[in-house]
């Protein structure tokens, strides 16, 4: 609140949004880094933000058509107003991503990919592009090199194949960058890259579907990745009373 009310160019703040239970399984963990952005002047918030009621009403507030994705949509509009929004060095939240299997993440790296597919459809002709590259690289990664790899194999007598060697180079240039720009500790920095590099695919699908549907004219459903399952808290607290 300080920062909102020492700068009227502020329209967010927002701090450090950090995983309730980070080492109960790989996918919370990689939620916990996901959400560890670097401070200062940000481009874009989470769900969890104070802003500024002037700025948001102006810019018409959340789009309700989008399923993800909201929050860096609307920052691009309040941007394009002349607003800022700042990423605080200060604890935040705390959030139960309630991830403990594959098919979870790839939910929900599904819905990421509707999100930048959407973003990129709605902003991608302003002046910073918003999402493109994003985009871009999930086709690419995802379709493109795949295709190419296993399409032109019998052509080649197999030297096609090689291009799937992008992958483990990908894969480290994420990691390196990782660890150089975030400091992050090389078992940290090698989950990020991995699941990076792998969650090209169903972030293709979440563009294959938010494309096809907008091409038929439908409205996108929320894609759920928390199940109805008990939270992790929920079974720790279990486990002690029967104990």
């Known amino acids: ?58 810019v018409g507030g ?26 605080l060095d200060a604890e935040m939240t705390l959030h139960d991503a309630q ?11 599904q819905r990421a990919g509707h999100a930048y597919a959407e973003g990129s459809w709605m902003h991608g002709n302003t002046p910073e592009r918003h999402w493109v590259k994003d985009t871009t690289s999930i086709w690419f990664w995802g379709l493109v090199l795949p295709a190419l790899a296993f399409g032109t194999a019998w ?41 990076c590099a792998i969650g090209r695919f169903p972030q293709l699908q979440g563009q294959i579907q938010f494309h096809q549907r907008r091409l038929l004219g439908q409205h996108s459903s929320l894609i759920e990745y928390k199940t109805s399952n008990p939270s992790i808290e929920q079974v720790r607290i279990s486990a002690k009373s029967t104990k």
């Open 1 to 58: 609140q300080q920062e909102l009310e020492s700068n009227p160019e502020l329209a967010v703040v927002c701090g450090r949004r950090r995983e309730k239970f980070p080492e109960a399984t790989a996918y919370n963990r990689l939620c916990d880094m996901e959400w560890d952005t670097p401070v200062g002047e940000a481009k874009a918030c989470g769900g969890d933000s104070m802003m500024r009621v002037s700025a948001f009403e102006q």
């Open 155 to 195: 052509f080649t007598h197999g030297w096609s194949l090689w291009l799937l060697a992008g992958y483990p180079v990908l894969t480290y240039r994420i990691y390196r960058r990782m660890q150089q720009d975030r400091n992050w500790p090389a078992k940290d920095a090698a989950l990020y890259a991995i699941s």
């Open 62 to 87: 959340f789009n309700p058509a989008l399923i993800a994705g909201e929050e860096p949509e609307m920052c691009v509009r309040l941007r394009q107003n002349g607003c800022k929004i700042q990423r």
């Open 99 to 109: 991830m403990t299997d594959f098919d979870q993440w790839w939910k929900r790296s």
